[in-house]
């Protein structure tokens, strides 16, 4: 019986071997079909955009020149810690809310988006270098895959996933949140090309000082506007300026210090300006255009109640004068404040800064200029006076400021480019047009930042100090040089004094970044509606 069986069943009649071709035909086209089925479904999955978090803000509208909505990188839940980078300063962790986090979707569509993998899952691994946002300057931050969440909405100043254009997402491991690694410095890093810089135009702000107004004194180039700082190792957001106006709200800013911090005041002020739409609803309250001389200078914002202003005090100390035997003589008053301290002293944020003039030969000599109490150094070391300087400085901030109300700065020593001799002796910058690329022609870092360091450390009060020495090192082409008004006023005149400015900076210019890292900073270790993220 079992070989009958087997006989019939491999046994077929004449009639039915046209049918088995038949079937081995079809067989054979749909295991092809599936083949190629299966082939497109893989090619499908591997081309489509992973799933990613991009965090937005939610904190008001987007300003004329924003970064992104308000607010760029606050807050979200993890369950990672960061602390501060200093160990002298205190701040809490941030605990946000899951609404302040949009995701886009898998398949969703995503236009000229360009993904770069090198990463492993468990890390915080994207971060957006992309300029734009439907359309507008920014950079947002992207972190990491997640397998939960369906679609986002576009409201309240979130971006939907079909809007979001021209990112650049780059998966690299060594890249990071930059207000929340505390190994990230952000004052450490390079400057690369930015098409999307200046933050306003070219001659558009008229309340910057004539000295630093370089296309409105006839140069020529325009290079040295388009250039944007990146740190090693993280990505930071752009200054939003609708954002720092409406945290600002209702409270002062004031810098401190000598003509280069007038420099990065201006800045600001140009910044924030155009972010208005009514710029007659921004003015000095003095009615002044001219910020040269020693005083305190305020620019209000009207439509949101705060001032940023500027207190001329180049040593941040007291200059006086001794009555010797010989007659009075000007002196530098180590062991006491500067009598402006009572327009400051209770500002919402402070940045401090003093250095340049510490270089002129006056101070730098330190013969019978000097002094303490009723004595009259005949010779102290330069370095040493700064430091004894500082000392009395960060002895008035530990007493007098309330650091639950007032956040302190200092922004550091803005480096020099003079080829040839010092600024009264010949020395030029002229026709710099590109920033230091090689890092051998970098000068030392400056002694004084690190006495400086060192008192800070010492302090009780937190203090931010924006290290932006190396910064400014490369910025060789960022100088007035001959684009000053006394420049060309010397020349009609044949003069001798043709000096070039290779200390200050043209605006739009470097310390337009330099402000970028203090809107940065704030959000970082910022108090009151610096922390606000609703």
């Known amino acids: 019986m079992h070989v009958l069986f087997s006989a019939k069943r491999v046994a077929f009649s004449e009639s039915f071997l046209p049918h088995r071709r038949r079937i081995f035909t079809w067989f054979s086209l749909s295991t092809l079909v599936s083949l190629v089925l299966l082939s497109l479904f893989l090619l499908s999955n591997s081309l489509r955009v992973p799933k990613v978090l991009v965090f937005v803000p939610k904190f008001g509208a987007v300003g004329a020149n924003s970064s992104v909505g308000p607010c760029p990188l ?4 993890t369950s990672h810690s960061f602390s501060n980078e200093n160990d002298t300063f205190d701040t809490s962790k941030s605990n946000g809310s899951e609404s302040s986090v949009k995701r886009i979707e898998e398949g ?5 988006l360009h993904v770069v993998n090198n990463v492993s899952d468990e890390n915080i ?5 992309g300029r734009g946002l439907v359309n507008s300057s920014f950079s947002s931050i992207l972190l990491s895959e997640s397998n939960h969440g369906k679609q986002s909405k576009h409201e309240g100043g979130f971006v939907g996933e079909k809007s979001l254009k021209n990112v650049t997402v780059t998966h690299n491991e060594k890249m990071h949140v930059g207000l929340y690694d505390e190994k990230c410095d952000i004052f450490d890093g390079k400057w690369v090309r930015d098409g999307s810089k200046p933050y306003y135009p070219l001659g558009s702000c008229r309340l910057i000082d004539r000295d630093f107004n370089c296309h409105r004194n006839g140069r020529p180039d325009a290079e040295y506007v388009k250039w944007r700082w990146q740190p090693n190792g993280c990505i930071i957001p752009s200054l939003n300026a609708t954002d720092f106006l409406e945290r600002l709200r209702g409270q002062r800013l004031v810098f401190v210090g000598d003509s280069l911090n007038r420099n990065m005041w201006e ?6 300006r155009q972010s208005i739409n009514k710029k007659k609803r921004v003015f000095e309250i003095s009615g002044r255009r001219e910020f040269k001389k020693k005083g305190v200078y305020a620019f209000r914002f009207e439509d949101y109640n705060c001032s940023v202003d500027f207190v001329v005090s180049p040593f941040i100390v007291q200059e006086s004068t001794f009555k010797g035997k010989n007659g009075s003589f000007e002196t530098l008053r180590l062991d006491l404040m500067d009598r402006t301290t009572a327009r400051y002293w209770d500002a919402n944020i402070i940045v401090f800064n003093t250095g340049h003039w510490w270089t002129h030969d006056k101070t730098s000599k330190g013969e019978d200029y000097y002094q303490e109490g009723n004595h009259v150094y005949q010779r102290l070391e330069v370095l040493d006076a700064y430091t004894r300087a500082l000392t009395t400085w960060a002895k008035w901030v530990d007493q007098k400021i309330n650091a639950n109300q007032t956040q302190v700065f200092f922004r550091g020593f803005s480096l020099t480019h003079f080829w040839g001799g010092q600024w009264n002796s010949g020395g030029q910058c002229h026709k710099e047009t590109e920033p230091i690329f090689n890092e051998a022609y970098l000068q030392r870092y ?7 360091e060192h008192v800070i450390q010492q302090m009780k009060t937190p203090v931010v100090y924006m290290n932006i020495s190396r910064l400014t090192d490369y910025r060789k082409d960022g100088h007035p040089s001959v684009y000053r008004t006394g420049y060309k006023a010397s020349m009609k005149q044949n003069t001798a004094a043709l000096f070039e400015d290779c200390s200050h900076w043209c605006l ?6 330099w402000n970028e890292l203090l809107y940065v900073s704030l959000l970082k270790y910022g108090k009151g509606t610096w922390k606000k993220t609703n």
Request: charged share 15%; proline share 12%; hydrophobic share 40%.
């Open 74 to 77: 606050f807050p979200f839940n």
């Open 108 to 112: 969703s569509v995503v236009e000229n």
């Open 125 to 129: 691994k994207s971060v957006t270098e």
């Open 267 to 272: 800045s600001l002020v140009c910044i924030l």
């Open 446 to 452: 400056p002694s004084k930042m690190l006495a400086l």
């Open 508 to 513: 739009p210019g470097v310390p337009d970044t």
